[in-house]
C-alpha cells in the first residue's frame, strides 16, 4: 500500500475535521438536536480515522520494522508528543474485551481473607463510582474532548499505528474485525477517499491472518 495514498487520507481527514471545526461555532451553546447531529458526525470521522491508522498499522506489520518513516511522517506532531502537560484525550483504536465470565457473591460474613480484601475492593469500587457520577463532564467538553483526540493521531498518527500493529501482532485477528468493522457515512468527506480506505484494509488484514495460522 503507498504512502502517497495513506497521505491523501490523512489530508482528507484533516480537511473534514477543519470543515467541522469552522461550522459548529462555540459547543457549550448548542441545542440537543445539534449536539446529536454534531455528535454522529464524529462518529463518522472517528471511525475513517481509525481506519487510516489501520493502514498505517499494516503498513508497519507489513514492512517488518517499528517504523523506517517515523521522522518524516510525524512532523511538526513529532515535537508535541514530547511536550509535557495534561493527558491528551485519546481515541480508542480497538473495541474493549468484553469479560462474560460466571459471577459468584458470597452470601453471608466473609471468613477468609481472600474474601475479606474482595468484599473490601467491591465497596471501593462502588464508593468510587458513586463519586464520579458527580463529577460527570458538560457535554460540550465531552465533544471539545473527542475533536481533540482526533486531531492529535491526524496530527501525529504513527504513535497510535505502533500501538495499534502491537496490539494487532498479539491478536492477528483483531485485523480482521477492524477491517470489516461497520462505517457512519463521514460527512464532508472525499466519498471516493472514504470508500477505497474501507475497501483497502481487507486484502492485508485477510492476508495477515492466513499467514499468521
Known amino acids: ?35 446529536r447531529d454534531l455528535r454522529r458526525w464524529l462518529t463518522g470521522i472517528e471511525g475513517y480515522v481509525r481506519r487510516i491508522v489501520l493502514l498505517e498499522a499494516l503498513n508497519i506489520l507489513e514492512r517488518g520494522s517499528s517504523d523506517p518513516h517515523r521522522s518524516v511522517r510525524t512532523g511538526a506532531g513529532s515535537a508535541r508528543l514530547k511536550t509535557r502537560g495534561p493527558r491528551k484525550p485519546r481515541l480508542r483504536l480497538w473495541p474493549r474485551a468484553k ?54 493521531i491526524i496530527e501525529a498518527p ?11 501482532k498479539q491478536s492477528p485477528r483483531l485485523a480482521l474485525k ?25 486484502p492485508p488484514a485477510l492476508a495477515l491472518v492466513l499467514n499468521s495460522s
Open 1 to 35: 500500500m503507498s504512502l502517497e495514498f495513506i497521505s491523501r487520507l490523512w489530508s482528507n481527514a484533516r480537511e473534514v475535521l477543519r470543515r467541522l471545526r469552522f461550522s459548529i461555532g462555540c459547543l457549550d451553546v448548542l441545542d440537543r438536536k445539534e449536539s
Open 99 to 152: 469479560h462474560t465470565g460466571p459471577r459468584a457473591r458470597q452470601l453471608g460474613t466473609p471468613l477468609l481473607v481472600r474474601d475479606i480484601w474482595r468484599e473490601q475492593r467491591r465497596a471501593a469500587l462502588v464508593a468510587r463510582l458513586k463519586a464520579s457520577r458527580g463529577r460527570r463532564r458538560k457535554a460540550h467538553v465531552i465533544l471539545a474532548d473527542r475533536m481533540d483526540a482526533i486531531e492529535f
Open 158 to 168: 504513527m504513535r497510535a499505528a505502533r500501538r495499534l500493529a502491537r496490539k494487532i
Open 178 to 202: 477492524l477491517a470489516f468493522a461497520a462505517s457512519r457515512p463521514v460527512r464532508e468527506g472525499d466519498e471516493t477517499l472514504v470508500r477505497e480506505a474501507q475497501n483497502a484494509a481487507v
